[in-house]
């Protein structure tokens, strides 16, 4: 299963790049407790280790792609990939979020972006810009 999300967020794409790469800035961002890396290869944590993942692909201020996994996949099942592309526009940023390999039990993930990452985000940023 596969799912493509898309957002505007009133931030620069390097804003919310460096955001989703920075401990401090991810876990502030979301609310939830994160251990992030801007190195490919490394690996990362996220909403107190619920999510768990590493960095596969880094195109600063333009693309992140990371394995992704949450504590409820099956130990068969194999990690799910995001792909997040960032195109700014003025004074916004069109977050593109490509979700795959998802589990089928993972219809309720598209609701956890929108609701632990993207409507966090808006505020975040919204804070963050005045």
Not at 13 to 27: C, D, G, M, N
Not at 61 to 78: A, C, L, N, P
Request: hydrophobic share 30%; net charge negative.
């Amino acid at each position: 299963m596969e799912f493509t999300l898309i957002i505007q967020i009133k931030a620069t794409a390097k804003q919310i790049y460096k955001s989703w790469l920075s401990t401090q800035r991810h876990t502030k961002m979301t609310g939830g407790a994160a251990f992030v890396s801007d190195k490919v290869g490394e690996t990362f944590t996220a909403w107190e280790g619920y999510i768990i993942g590493q960095n596969i692909e880094l195109k600063p201020y333009h693309k992140i792609v990371q394995s992704w996994r949450t504590i409820d996949f099956e130990d068969d099942e194999g990690d799910s990939q995001i792909e997040i592309s960032l195109s700014e526009q003025e004074e916004e940023t069109t977050l593109t979020l490509k979700h795959t390999n998802v589990p089928e039990s993972g219809e309720h993930y598209k609701n956890g972006w929108e609701e632990s990452y993207f409507e966090p985000m808006r505020g975040y940023f919204e804070t963050l810009n005045e």
